[in-house]
């Protein structure tokens, strides 16, 4: 007997299909590795900036000690040129035949007679 | 086109490329090659710079520590012709401002033909500020250290001076160059666009010069140089010496020389002034010298002090017939008497007795002809006879101080020897250079304690009591000699007028202290040393023994009190 069946003549049943498994696809795979690149190179860029920098900070530290070394170099002249002239004006003032000819003009500063000198001539101790 | 022709081509421009690139590589290999040191040099040239540093010119103090050379700064006045624009105007305004010949400067900033002028080297700092503030186009300033001898003529023919190039030309400046003027330093500075230094690439620094300090006492050397211009305006010498020596050091106290002149401006100075006369020249010395003949005779034990000779007023000695300086009748003498009363027939007799090799022997002792060794440049030995060129008449007047030339500083270093119990000690006029410790000075006997012990009791006698009476100074025992000699004549022989007077004395004569003696050529009005000289000591060393540690005590009281007293 013929029965209704909607069945279709059976067919081997298919296989279950197995589900494609789902494979990472590159692009989204391949992202993280191209920002891991951008990042290390950002950090180059900025090592080497700041390297930069630091180079051109240190360049201009040093032109700015060199500059404020010359600067010094000629105030140590001007001081040395004047404790000089300081020095010179002293040895002229400080001759004693010079004094001596001051002390005789302005307060009349005799020179004392040999002949009229007296030495004490201290006793030596009692022992 | 076949392919022959190609090939051709191809082949052609491959040798022009070829050509090109051997030519390139040739011209590569010449410039860094060949060429690259005087390109580099040119190169390094344009960027960096090589600068001396000069080093500071040590200092000259005395011994109490005044200077007496100093470098002080001074500004260097140079100008650029090619950059003047109004050398009329601008020489004018120089001129005004430096004190200098305006046609001279307006000569210089003219000649277009340097690129360089010095307008003033080494000029005053303060009108060269004055200057540079008016900013003239094609001038420019720099710095300098210049000489200055702050205490002018004191000890000038001794100091000598440095020239504009800060190196010593004359006296102690020159012979001491080396340790006053040290060592220039180097930098090789690396210069921007503008010239502005921005690194100081090799650097060497400089080492300053050492500074100097002399036996010289400021005082006592300005004291002697006073009395020795007063001298020679008294006598109307042509010149005067004097030389303080301490005995005991051979440590010079004063060199003196009149006429003197201020270092400052040695340039317009006549040379002749400029000499150090008790170093470099030489004179005959006279009766001073007869020290010299009565220490060898007393010496070889010849005579004694008291030995007693007769003289005649005149002797005959070969060809020649010398005579005592004042006539008077045959007389008997003592030794002692020989040399207080100069007799030259008396000195002439004790160097018969003494002979003549042994008393060239006895002046070599004594340092006559020989260098003292005295760290001054240009010292003279003196002009002694060696014995094979003695004649006959030798021993009649070399020992009486004719016939031989001697150094003041020979004369004085002999004396210094008797009054230091026999023993020389070389005269030296540095006490040390930088922080170095002194040297001791060479030192070595030429008489026995005795003998020296003698003569300086005869040279007491001469001033108590003989030609020297006018170089007493109260309250002191003072012993020495007088000695007067003719100069030589251009002509031949002895002049009549013209003659050296001298003296040399030892103060305190119980414990000396110094050593002085005075020298004046060609006095007029008189000739004796102990008229024209001893006075010159006397005032020397009464000042002296005043200043000298506060004092030196007599050691003569009486006659102290006796002047004190003769004193209304």
């Known amino acids: 007997m013929a029965s209704w069946s909607d069945a279709a003549p059976s067919l081997p049943s298919p296989q279950p299909r197995s589900r494609p498994r789902s494979r990472p696809r590159p692009a989204p795979r391949r992202r993280p590795q191209a920002r891991r690149g951008v990042a290390g190179g950002v950090v180059w860029i900025a090592i080497v900036a700041v390297l930069l920098a630091g180079v051109v900070a240190l360049n201009v530290a040093v032109l700015r000690l060199n ?26 003032t400080a001759a004693s035949p010079r004094i001596q000819l001051q002390a005789q003009k302005q307060f009349g500063l005799v020179p004392a007679n040999p002949a009229e000198t007296t030495y004490v001539r201290l006793r030596p101790r009692s022992r | 086109m076949s392919a022959k022709a190609s090939n051709r081509r191809i082949r052609l421009l491959l040798g022009v490329f070829v050509l090109a690139f051997g030519l390139t590589f040739l011209r590569a290999a010449w410039l860094q090659g060949v060429r690259a040191a005087s390109f580099g040099r040119l190169a390094s040239s344009q960027h960096s710079e090589d600068v001396v540093i000069p080093a500071a010119r040590g200092t000259i103090y005395d011994r109490t520590g005044l200077q007496l050379a100093i470098g002080e700064q001074a500004q260097t006045v140079y100008a650029d012709p090619r950059q003047v624009t109004d050398p009329k105007t601008e020489s004018t305004t120089i001129a005004q401002a430096l004190k200098l010949d305006p046609n001279q400067v307006y000569q210089e900033l003219t000649d277009r033909t340097h690129g360089f002028v010095y307008v003033k080297r080494k000029a005053d700092p303060a009108q060269a500020a004055k200057l540079e503030k008016r900013g003239l186009p094609g001038l420019g300033f720099y710095a300098e250290e210049r000489r200055f001898y702050p205490q002018f003529s004191l000890a000038s023919q001794l100091i000598g001076y440095a020239g504009v190039d800060n190196h010593g030309l004359a006296g102690l400046e020159l012979s001491l160059d080396k340790q006053l003027a040290g060592r220039p330093g180097r930098e090789r500075i690396v210069k921007d666009a503008s010239g502005q230094a921005i690194d100081t690439v090799v650097s060497q620094p400089e080492r300053d010069g050492s500074d100097v300090y002399l036996t010289l006492d400021h005082t006592i050397q300005a004291n002697a140089q006073t009395v020795l211009r007063d001298t020679v305006a008294k006598w109307h010498a042509k010149s005067a010496t004097a030389i303080v020596l301490d005995p005991a050091t051979g440590a010079v106290r004063a060199m003196a020389t009149a006429p003197g002149f201020d270092a400052n401006s040695y340039p317009q100075v006549w040379r002749v002034l400029q000499r150090n ?79 003549q090799h042994r008393l060239v022997q006895w002046i070599s002792r004594f340092g006559f002809g020989h260098l003292t060794g005295i760290d001054f440049p240009g010292e003279s030995p003196g002009i002694v006879l060696p014995e094979d060129k003695w004649s006959g008449s030798s021993i009649g007047n070399i020992p009486i101080g004719q ?81 007067t000699a003719a100069k030589p004549d251009p002509q031949g022989g002895y002049s009549d007028t013209r003659y050296v007077a001298s003296f040399v004395g030892v103060v305190p004569a119980s414990r000396p202290r110094l050593v002085i003696l005075v020298s004046v050529d060609e006095p007029r009005g008189a000739i004796w040393g102990g008229v024209v000289a001893a006075p010159a000591f006397a005032e020397i060393a009464k000042f002296d023994l005043q200043y000298l540690d506060g004092g030196v005590p007599p050691d003569a009281p009486t006659t102290a009190t006796a002047s004190a007293t003769a004193t209304p």
């Open chain 1, 67 to 92: 500059v404020q070394l010359d600067k010094l170099d000629t105030q140590r002249a001007h001081l040395r040129a004047e404790k000089q002239a300081l020095a010179s004006q002293l040895a002229m």
């Open chain 2, 277 to 355: 006369r008790a170093v470099t020249d030489t004179y005959e010395p006279g009766s001073t010298f007869k020290l010299v003949t009565v220490a060898g005779a007393l010496s070889e034990r010849l005579v004694s002090p008291s030995t007693t000779f007769t003289l005649p007023y005149y002797i005959h000695v070969a060809d020649r017939t010398i005579h005592d300086a004042e006539p008077r009748g045959t007389e008997t003498m003592s030794v002692s008497q020989i040399l207080s009363r100069s007799s030259n027939v008396g000195a002439i007799t004790l160097a018969e007795k003494l002979s």
């Open chain 2, 403 to 483: 016939g031989i030339a001697v150094t003041p500083i020979q004369m004085a270093s002999a004396y210094a020897a008797i009054a230091n119990r026999g023993v020389w000690v070389r005269p030296h006029l540095v006490e040390r250079i930088g922080a170095s410790a002194s040297t001791r000075p060479t030192r070595r006997r030429i008489v026995s304690p005795w003998v020296a012990s003698e003569l300086m009791a005869m040279l007491k006698n001469v001033v108590a009591e003989g030609t020297g009476t006018l170089a007493a100074v109260p309250g002191y025992q003072v012993a020495g000699k007088t000695g």
